[in-house]
Nanobody
Framework: QVQLVESGGGLVQAGGSLRLSCAASERSFSTYAMGWFRQAQGKEREFVASTSWAPGSQYYADSVKGRFTISRDDAKNTVYLQMNSLKPEDTAVYYC???????????????????WGQGTQVTVSS
C-alpha cells in the first residue's frame, strides 16, 4: 500500500507562489505515474497536473498551464507542484495521487489513480 503525504499548502496573496510536496512511502515510487488534483468547496475534484514515470511526459489542465509545474525526484520518492501567479480561483484542497496506468486521457481521470494523499489546503486571497 502506497502512502502519500502532501505538504506545503497555506495562505498566499494573489500573484504569489507556493510549492506543494508529496512524499511517498513506496520504494517502487519511480514506477508510478503521479498526479495532482484539487477540489474546491462545493465542486467536484478536478485534474491539475500529472507526470509519468521517468523519462516522462507531463500534462496540465488548461487553467494552470504556464503557471504550475509538476516535477518528481525519484531519489527522494517525492513529487512537487510549483504554483506561480496564483489566483483566488486556485483556492482548493490539493491532493496527490499515484497510479500505474498513464496516457493523455487516463492521466486526467481521478479513477486512474490507485493511491491518494489526505490533501493540503491552498487558499489564495485577492
Amino acid at each position: 500500500q502506497v502512502q502519500l503525504v502532501e505538504s506545503g499548502g497555506g495562505l498566499v496573496q494573489a500573484g504569489g507562489s507556493l510549492r506543494l510536496s508529496c512524499a511517498a512511502s513506496e520504494r517502487s515510487f519511480s514506477t508510478y505515474a503521479m498526479g495532482w488534483f484539487r477540489q474546491a468547496q462545493g465542486k467536484e475534484r478536478e485534474f491539475v497536473a500529472s507526470t509519468s514515470w521517468a523519462p516522462g511526459s507531463q500534462y496540465y489542465a488548461d487553467s494552470v498551464k504556464g503557471r504550475f509545474t509538476i516535477s518528481r525526484d525519484d531519489a527522494k520518492n517525492t513529487v512537487y507542484l510549483q504554483m506561480n501567479s496564483l489566483k483566488p480561483e486556485d483556492t482548493a484542497v490539493y491532493y496527490c495521487a499515484a497510479g500505474r496506468t498513464y496516457n493523455y486521457v487516463l492521466a486526467r481521470v481521478h479513477k486512474s489513480y490507485e493511491h491518494w494523499g489526505q490533501g493540503t489546503q491552498v487558499t489564495v486571497s485577492s
